[in-house]
């Protein structure tokens, strides 16, 4: 999955595959535009409740914002200096343990997802999507293999396109109230994982290397992305429940496979106009570090350490959702989220989530 969408979750420099992670089936699909009664929206984040219904192709543009600041050790937040000052690795040029030299400071990553449903019954679509991303990191680099000196700033700089999803929703049970929806996909390697990037070093040049695990735009792996949902309404008011994972099936060809994901959101929503809904939702991730190393991936950086991937985050989200009826373009939706987390516990030292912006926009065929 793009880890991710994105996917509110997520990794040392640069892992925002979950966090960020649009193709992690984040796009909700428009209801019926002829509906008697318009069924209220999931939040944008929340994938696999809204059916497109039977005979509709539901387009999805979807862009993604993510912001990083400074770096935690669990729930510890820890500057630079305490890093390169406490924390030795393996990962680096030159045999046995050495200090961390280069340590992120700020990361803004951008995804533009995309994605189509297509309604082959009322109950039951087909789902595929994909993304364009673009990674950025500000790094600072410490002079030689100790202390506190600084050498000096330098950023990184990575997009793609990421790996592909495709999917199916089944409406398995719903009434006047309920509806239940099971989902299953897989995320098709079509990203690459051989970016490089030139930080400084610590001997104050800039060397081309392979990227930090987090900073390619694919993961390079075939993943199960199983998921269930629950969702009801009564009169104005909507609620929902929801399960997804993003599980590896296979080591990439560099020797490594992302951890497991896996995500729970609850949320409620109220329907102010029909078509016009606002919502809050509560979402918790949690990752596993990385399984299996790279060892072509070496240096200073805290990025190329596997076990500084991961962690537990709990974000919650304020969002809304209107109809285009009420600009003169019914066929269409626009929705949109943002979120903060209230607790993270990320393995680490690793980059500290500030906030996610998502937005969508829905048109349907």
Do not use: C
Not at 115 to 136: E, Q
Not at 177 to 191: A, K
Not at 226 to 234: A, D, E, K, Q, T
């Amino acid at each position: 999955m793009l880890g991710a969408a994105l996917s509110n979750a997520q990794a040392a420099d640069l892992n925002s595959l979950q966090a960020v992670d649009p193709a992690s089936m984040r796009a909700s699909v428009d209801p019926p535009s002829d509906s008697a009664t318009l069924w209220p929206l999931t939040p944008t984040g929340v994938f696999g409740a809204n059916m497109p219904g039977a005979g509709h192709l539901v387009f999805t543009l979807e862009p993604i914002y993510l912001q990083k600041y400074g770096n935690l050790m669990g729930t510890t937040p820890v500057s630079a200096q305490y890093i390169v000052s406490h924390i030795a690795i393996n990962r680096t040029p030159i045999p046995g343990y050495h200090l961390l030299r280069v340590v992120p400071t700020a990361q803004q990553n951008f995804a533009q997802a995309f994605s189509f449903a297509y309604g082959v019954t009322d109950d039951f679509y087909l789902f595929t999507a994909g993304a364009y991303l673009d990674k950025n990191v500000n790094l600072l680099t410490f002079k030689g293999l100790s202390g506190i000196a600084p050498e000096g700033t330098s950023t990184g700089h990575g997009e793609g396109y990421s790996d592909t999803v495709i999917a199916g929703d089944y409406r398995v049970y719903h009434d006047a109230m309920n509806q239940v929806n099971l989902f299953f996909g897989m995320s098709i390697p079509t990203g690459v994982i051989n970016k490089y990037w030139t930080p400084l070093s610590p001997f104050g040049k800039y060397v081309p290397k392979v990227a930090v695990y987090g900073f390619e735009p694919g993961a390079g792996t075939f993943n199960a992305l199983p998921g269930i949902v629950y969702s009801g309404m009564l009169n104005r008011w909507s609620w929902g429940l929801s399960y997804r994972a993003d599980i590896p099936l296979t080591y990439n060809t560099d020797g490594y496979q992302f951890g497991a994901f896996h995500e729970i959101d609850a949320w409620g929503g109220y329907s102010w106009l029909p078509g016009l809904e606002s919502t809050v939702r509560l979402s918790g991730t949690t990752q596993t570090g990385i399984h299996g190393v790279d060892y072509n991936r070496t240096g200073y950086a805290q990025g190329n350490v596997p076990g500084f991937y991961g962690g537990q985050l709990l974000d919650v989200f304020l969002g809304g959702n209107i109809s285009g009826r009420y600009f003169g373009i019914p066929k269409a939706t626009l929705s949109a989220e943002f979120g903060i987390p209230v607790y993270a516990r990320l393995n680490g030292p690793q980059s500290d989530p500030a906030y996610v912006a998502l937005a969508a926009l829905k048109y349907k065929f």
